[in-house]
């Protein structure tokens, strides 16, 4: 499969990276299942695989290239076909007017050379060689069956298919749709690609619209960032979104009203659940899928980015008996991945927990999650109703929509159970008047609630290009008038200054492949936890006035998210640009 030798591993064994004794035992076990040393290396992973290609670069006097997560243009990587790809470890991964940058994974291979030189001549280019590690080639080899090559063999298919109705009705196209699309391979294909590229890249939602009287649009939500992925022929719109309609068994010829529906499909070896929205435009039709993976780690608080005195806040009350736990947010803010996280850490052998979901989103194992559905009747208050009765000790409702479940929620929690649930809000005390508002009076509310929790989603900075930066005198200042009037527990602002220039140090993303040029990669939450003390119980049977809130939180020094959010972004974590953006929220 790679070199047939040991050159690799004496080279290494030269720079002092492994030892005699490791060289001669990588020689004898490398007999035993018949492979060369340099190849039983690789598939130990007794070096690291980046170790690995420095080496490589050093003795076949190449440079390294770093293509990890790099997203090639669909024309480059045509160059050079899949079949040659696979078979001589090498692909191409940029152009730059007649040179060819071509990645190895074996450089020593000098028939690989002969066979990517004599293609990169016929299309009257010359190769330049690099190296890179397996994970970023294999990453790399994958986007030929990824969207950006399989959708232009999939667009070139359905419109020799589809072309000719262009100018028909949209009743023609909706009638071929209903007939032909359940066995139509290239709209199929083209849809299964758009969801893989999605799946693969963690989006959360898959927007297919209209974009121009001839153009279709696909946008995906990565990192809670709408990001156009495709602009498509206009023509095959409605072939797409009757496909999506066969697959979630919404009606193909229902165009007037609004429908939403279910997929249940396996993407990269995986089962992930698709709950679909299609909804009527002016000329067609608009689809929205969002994208559930039962499968997806569940993470501590701390991995979410809960630490600190709001740590310990909802730690502690997590081990009362009873009471209630609300989290609240905008849509998109990570509430209920918190709540999944609540979850995991009361979910013992001894401890009775029944969920209601509308969708679930994971499945955990121990918990009794049931999923509501408001169509025939079953909803979060008539589920509740149920739950009491299935001898729960705690109990989990997706989201507090109206006053009888708020009001039947609140009574679990003074019945001895744990509630969690979720609500919007624009922050943590928010959810007091919230409830108010649906009618729940204010000292069964000042009984049942021990914490609640207001979240947002921050994308977190990019570890591998991340860099210092110099921000503005004002920005500065703004952020230690906030940080330094609060005596905040566990933090100290002046280990976060420069120590020669003393001011403080902010961090940036400068962008690099592993996160596609943007600067993050991946999200954290930036939080805020308020506990119902006494005195705060009192305040709000007392009609929650604002000067006796404001006084309270102070005296409980209390971390707000916007402070959480600054502090993150000293820590590197993220940037005052997106503690901004989600502040608006």
Not at 49 to 73: C, H, N, Q, R, T
Not at 192 to 217: C, G, M, W
Not at 491 to 509: A, I, P, V
Request: glycine residues 6%; aromatic residues 6%; hydrophobic residues 40%.
């Amino acid at each position: 499969m790679f070199q047939s030798n040991d050159k690799i591993v004496r080279f290494l064994l030269k720079k002092g990276k492994i030892s005699k004794e490791q060289y001669k035992k990588i020689l004898a076990q490398s007999k035993k299942v018949n492979l060369s040393p340099d190849d039983f290396l690789e598939s130990k992973k007794i070096v690291s695989e980046d170790d690995i290609a420095l080496v490589k670069g050093e003795l076949y006097s190449l440079p390294v290239a770093d293509i990890y997560g790099f997203i090639i243009d669909k024309e480059v990587l045509s160059i050079i076909p899949k079949h040659v790809a696979e078979n001589y470890f090498a692909l191409p991964f940029a152009k730059d007017k007649n040179i060819l940058k071509v990645v190895m994974l074996n450089p020593g291979d000098s028939r690989a050379r002969e066979a990517i030189n004599f293609v990169a001549r016929q299309k009257g280019l010359k190769a330049k060689y690099f190296v890179a590690s397996k994970s970023a080639f294999d990453k790399a080899l994958a986007q030929y069956s990824d969207l950006n090559v399989e959708m232009g063999i999939a667009i070139d298919s359905a419109e020799s298919k589809f072309a000719p109705i262009v100018k028909s009705s949209e009743k023609d196209i909706l009638k071929l749709g209903a007939e032909e699309l359940s066995k139509s391979a290239p709209i199929a294909k083209l849809v299964a690609s758009i969801l893989k590229y999605a799946v693969d890249n963690q989006a959360s939602d898959v927007h297919i619209e209209p974009f121009t009287e001839n153009k279709s649009r696909v946008r995906c939500r990565i990192d809670g960032i709408l990001k156009e992925i495709a602009v498509l022929p206009g023509h095959l719109h409605s072939a797409i979104i009757s496909r999506i309609k066969v697959m979630s068994n919404l009606k193909l010829d229902e165009t007037r009203i609004p429908q939403g529906g279910r997929i249940r499909v396996m993407i990269s070896e995986r089962k992930i659940d698709l709950r679909v929205s299609v909804m009527p435009l002016l000329d067609n039709e608009k689809a929205v899928m969002r994208i559930l993976d039962p499968t997806r780690k569940v993470f501590t608080l701390s991995d979410l980015g809960f630490w600190g005195s709001g740590l310990r806040i909802v730690q502690d009350n997590l081990s009362k008996p009873h009471g209630m736990f609300l989290i609240t947010g905008p849509t998109g803010s990570g509430k209920t991945t918190t709540l999944y996280a609540l979850l995991k850490i009361l979910n013992k052998s001894t401890v009775n927990i029944v969920s209601l979901e509308d969708p679930v989103e994971y499945v955990l194992q121990g918990i009794n999650q049931s999923q509501i559905k408001p169509d025939i009747g079953y909803s979060f208050a008539s589920g509740l109703r149920s739950i009491v009765r299935q001898d729960p000790d705690v109990i989990m409702v997706g989201e507090i929509r109206d006053n009888e479940t708020a009001e039947l929620a609140v009574h679990a929690a003074l019945s001895g159970h744990i509630v969690l649930s979720t609500l919007h809000a624009n922050d943590a005390f928010g959810a007091i008047p919230r409830l108010m508002d649906m009618k729940v009076p204010p000292f069964l509310l000042a009984s049942s609630i021990n914490v609640i929790i207001a979240q947002r989603l921050v994308r977190k900075i990019c570890p591998h290009c991340r860099e210092q930066v110099i921000l503005s005198e004002n920005v500065e200042r703004e952020i230690e008038k906030i940080l330094s009037g609060n005596k905040i527990d566990g933090f100290d602002l002046e280990k976060y200054r420069d120590s020669q220039t003393g001011h403080l140090k902010f961090y940036r993303g400068k962008g690099c492949p592993r996160c596609n040029q943007e600067g993050y990669k991946g999200r954290v939450a930036i939080f805020e936890a308020l506990e119902l003390t006494d005195e705060m119980q009192n305040i709000v049977m007392r009609g929650c006035k604002k000067t006796e809130v404001d006084k309270e939180l102070e005296r409980q020094q209390m971390i707000k998210i916007l402070e959480d959010g600054y502090i993150k972004v000293l820590k590197g974590e993220t940037t005052v640009e997106e503690i901004l953006r989600v502040s608006r929220e």
